[in-house]
């Protein structure tokens, strides 16, 4: 036989293995995907997981799943099991599939996500593609999943006073007011500026938050009791009752538990037991009074004091920013230079994490999904660089941080969760760089996002914030 027939003739075999290949995977992808949606589920959701079932986006991005064969192989199983690895640790389809089956209502940042990587077309990867013809996009099927966040967000998430064609944005405006008990807010306004919460009687809740400086003290990390250096950036107290978790690392789960933290850290405020704190309080004769008021009882305890500072810090809002103005309609509020930096904000996908009212609050993402910040930023890695590892001893969790609020973003350097970076220019450029697909953003689309988060800065009891104090 002839070199060009055996060539021939290897090309038709490797052809017809190919596409029975394609054709097995056709059918296993299939017979195995998740289970369609239930009774009762519209059908605009039903349209967006049978998108999700062709695509089989579960097979990367959900822990139990069936694979096809070839995760297997003794050559490609390396490959595949980094793939797969990274695809669990960007995003997790779980409660996304699980929403779409029974008709509940996923998170925000689900949805952000899904819409980013619509937008940008980067899922199902070329390489997935060549092996699964049937999970390519179509046109009609990207329209579908979009239609279905946007629907979502307009059910659900949609602020009060948002114009009509804002109502499916990632990001929503502040709400004006939110519902509190007045006497516990009077009560916990007076426990955050006490200083008897603290060891030395020196510092209260304001000596980090302070209501002056954005929320945050302006420096690199706190400074506690005896001038001790805390190991983490201070996050902003305004707005932090729109995140579903507080700290770095998420080990809060309530405004509440975040208030007692710092009280008995013997690095911030130093106090060693709450009954010494109750004691403090006990001895001001007009404080038994108000905690009856609050609670009905005189009790003072940690359960009582962290309640009413955090009813107090759900009163930490600050709506009607220039970019709220927008989003309720006034398009004058916005110039062109920041309306584009909002554009790219979302095509860059910054809005796949940094979404919701306050935007941000509502995730764990690892620093560094498309590059080794750490490396890059040098020095030697703390405890608190771990992030949600920390509190979890889960290596998924390894690097992980709640994706900070960017309301009034402007006034709250140094960023990040260890204060390394001074300007918001800054900021936006690593971000970009260790965060998104966009490695290499141009000086002027910088420019343009930071105009945009300019307009972030709003108002607290109806004066527009700003830095007050060193």
């Known amino acids: 036989m002839s070199i060009r027939k055996m060539v021939a003739a290897a090309v038709v ?73 990274e695809g669990l640790r960007h995003f997790r389809v779980e409660p996304v599939i699980d929403a779409l089956q029974n008709g509940s209502v996923p998170d925000e940042e689900k949805l952000a996500r899904i819409e980013e990587v619509i937008n940008q077309n980067r899922m199902p990867p070329t390489l997935y593609l060549l092996m699964h013809w049937h999970a390519h996009l179509s ?10 966040i946007a629907q979502v967000r307009r059910q659900h998430y949609a602020t009060a006073g948002v114009a009509e064609r804002f109502a499916a944005e990632p990001v929503q405006p502040i709400p004006e007011s939110v519902t509190v008990d007045a006497n516990k807010v009077a009560l916990g306004q007076r426990l955050f500026f006490d200083r008897n919460l603290s060891g030395d009687e020196k510092s209260n809740c304001a000596s980090c938050h302070s209501l002056q400086h954005g929320g945050v003290d302006g420096l690199v990390t706190a400074t506690g009791i005896g001038g001790q250096k805390g190991p983490i950036n ?103 230079q920041e309306k584009h930096g909002y554009a790219l904000f979302k095509q860059v996908g910054c809005s796949g994490c940094h979404t919701g009212p306050s935007m941000g609050g509502q995730a764990l993402e690892p620093m560094g999904l498309e590059g080794d910040y750490f490396a890059a930023r040098g020095g030697k890695l703390t405890d608190a660089d771990r992030g949600r590892f920390e509190v979890t001893h889960d290596p998924a969790d390894m690097e992980r941080f709640k994706v900070p ?38 000086e002027q689309d910088v420019a343009d996002i930071v105009s945009f988060l300019n307009t972030l800065t709003g108002r607290y009891q109806g004066e527009t914030l700003r830095n007050t104090t060193p």
Not at 35 to 46: K, T
Not at 62 to 70: G, H, M, Q
Not at 139 to 148: D, G, K, T
Not at 405 to 417: E, G, M, S, V
């Open 13 to 85: 075999a490797g052809g017809v293995v190919y596409g029975g290949t394609v054709a097995y995977l056709t059918h296993f992808d299939h017979t195995t995907a998740p289970a369609p949606a239930g009774a009762g589920v519209d059908a605009v959701s039903r349209a967006a997981l049978d998108v999700v079932r062709e695509a089989r986006c579960d097979y990367c991005h959900a822990a139990k799943v069936e694979l096809p064969f070839y995760f297997h192989l003794p050559v490609a199983q390396p490959l595949m099991s980094r793939d797969r690895a």
């Open 405 to 442: 609020n960017l309301r009034n973003i402007a006034l709250t350097a140094p960023y990040f969760h260890d204060g390394s970076v001074k300007t918001l220019d800054d900021a936006v450029r690593k971000m970009a760089r260790y965060q998104t697909p966009d490695h290499d953003m141009s």
């Open 139 to 148: 046109a009609s099927q990207r329209e579908s999943m979009l239609n279905w």
């Open 234 to 336: 201070v996050p902003t107290v305004f707005d932090a009752g729109f995140s579903k978790w507080q700290f770095w690392n998420a080990r809060a789960d309530t405004l509440a538990q975040q208030a007692a933290g710092p009280v008995m850290n013997p690095v911030e405020m130093g106090s060693h037991d709450w009954s010494a704190v109750a004691d403090r309080l006990r001895a001001d004769p007009t404080y038994a009074p108000a905690f009856a008021a609050a609670f009905g009882s005189d009790t003072i305890d940690e359960t009582t004091i962290t309640n009413a500072i955090a009813e107090y810090e759900k009163t930490l809002i600050t709506p009607d920013s220039r970019f709220d103005q927008y989003l309720k309609g006034d398009d004058a509020a916005l110039n062109t």
